[in-house]
């Protein structure tokens, strides 16, 4: 079915069900799955470049996802790259190309039309950019 799988975590209360999901398909098609965590960074005129997290907690966050899955027997890897504010999805997208996989595993927050037309929705980028399935979790 799926020999690779891009996972793209973040630190919302989604990425669990997130990882599950990849877990299960992953285990279905003995596939192996690259972890993905994108630190967003903001430019602000007078402050620079300001992130949204620090390195250590967004590779903590990518090392449990990788060893939740390394202990359900599935290979696994994990990325944490940075990218401006408003870019994740075109990101998320050249990897799952680069990686060549066959999936991309996320999640959406759920925000309804009208917050996602506004405020943007990675998952909706993402979905509209891929040339590939695109799994969304909610």
Known sequence: MYEKLLV???HSKISERV???????ALLSHGEVWVLHLRELEAMPRAGIVPSESTGEAQASVD???AELSQAGIKA???VRNTLFGHPG???VDEAKALDAGVIVMGSR???DMAGLVLGSTAHKVIHLADR???VVR
């Open 133 to 135: 399935p695109v799994l």
């Open 19 to 25: 990882l599950a999901a990849a877990r299960d398909l």
């Open 110 to 112: 759920g925000r309804g």
């Open 8 to 10: 793209a975590v973040d």
């Open 77 to 79: 890897h994990g990325e």
């Open 90 to 92: 075109r990101e998320i």
């Open 64 to 66: 449990a996802a990788v």
